[in-house]
C-alpha cells in the first residue's frame, strides 16, 4: 500500500529553533509538494518540484524557509528561526501526471 | 490570480436528507479536485474531474464539472454520520492546486 510518509508527525519547539520536516513520496511519482494549513489561512501551497527540481517556491516565506529534495526519495523542509506564526500543519503531497496523493502531516507548534 | 470558492462554508444536515456543496472558480482550468479531510487527518482524494461534462459517483456521493460556467457539485444522497468532514475543492493552475476555502459537513441523527 504506496503513501507518502511524513517525518516527524508531531513537533513542539520553541522561538528562534531550526526545524526540519521531512518527507518520503510514493516511489515513482515525479512531482512533490508542500503545503501548509491553518484556520485563518487554509491550505497554502509553499513549493513543489518536479523531477527533484523545483519549480515553484513564491507561496514560502524565503528569509526563514527552505524546501529541497536531495533525492527522489526524500524532500525536506526547513524553517530557521522559527517563529510562533509558524504554528501550522505542514502537509507534503506527491503526484504522477496530475492527482497528488497526501501524507500525515507534521503538526508544528512554535512557543 | 485564480480564486476558488465554496459554499455553503459550514452544513449541517440530517441523516436521509440530499444537499449539494458549489465550488466557483475564476479562472479556466479543465482540470477539478474533491477531497475530504477528517478532524486531525490528513487529506484523502475523492474524485478528479478532467473535462466539461465529467461526473463521478462513489457510494452517496457524486460530483460533476461544468467548466463552461466554473463551476463543479458536490452532491450528498442520503446522509449518514460517516460523511461528516471538511470537504475541499481544489483547481489544478500550471500543476498547482489552488484550493477552496472548505465545507465543513456535519450530519445527524
Known amino acids: 500500500d504506496a503513501r507518502v510518509t511524513q517525518t516527524p508527525r508531531h513537533k513542539v519547539t520553541e522561538m528562534g529553533q531550526e526545524v526540519t520536516m521531512r518527507c518520503q513520496p510514493i516511489?515513482?511519482?515525479?512531482?512533490v509538494f508542500w503545503y501548509r494549513q491553518t484556520m485563518m489561512q487554509g491550505l497554502e501551497l509553499l513549493a513543489y518540484?518536479?523531477?527533484?527540481?523545483?519549480?515553484?517556491d513564491s507561496g514560502m516565506p524565503k528569509d526563514r524557509f527552505s524546501a529541497e529534495m536531495p533525492d527522489a526519495t526524500l524532500a525536506t523542509l526547513k524553517i530557521q528561526p522559527s517563529e510562533p506564526r509558524d504554528s501550522a500543519v505542514y502537509f507534503c503531497?506527491?503526484?504522477?501526471?496530475?492527482?497528488?496523493?497526501f501524507g500525515p502531516g507534521t503538526r508544528l507548534t512554535v512557543l | 490570480e485564480l480564486k476558488v470558492e465554496q459554499n455553503p462554508l459550514f452544513l449541517s444536515m440530517q441523516e436521509g436528507k440530499n444537499y449539494t456543496i458549489y465550488c466557483n472558480y475564476s479562472?479556466?482550468?479543465?482540470?477539478l479536485y474533491w477531497y475530504r479531510q477528517d478532524p486531525g487527518k490528513s487529506l484523502e482524494s475523492l474524485f478528479v474531474?478532467?473535462?466539461?461534462?465529467a461526473v463521478k459517483q462513489e457510494g452517496r456521493l457524486m460530483a460533476s464539472l461544468d467548466t463552461k460556467a466554473r463551476l463543479s457539485t458536490l452532491h450528498i444522497t442520503a446522509a449518514v454520520h460517516d460523511l461528516s468532514a471538511t470537504y475541499f475543492c481544489?483547481?489544478?493552475?500550471?500543476?498547482?492546486?489552488?484550493f477552496g476555502t472548505g465545507t465543513r459537513l456535519q450530519v445527524f441523527p
Open positions: 481544489a483547481v489544478e493552475n500550471t500543476d498547482k492546486l489552488i
Open positions: 474531474l478532467l473535462s466539461n461534462g
Open positions: 516511489l515513482g511519482h515525479n512531482t
Open positions: 479562472t479556466t482550468s479543465d482540470r
Open positions: 503531497a506527491s503526484g504522477l501526471n496530475y492527482e497528488q496523493f
Open positions: 518540484f518536479r523531477n527533484r527540481a523545483p519549480l515553484d
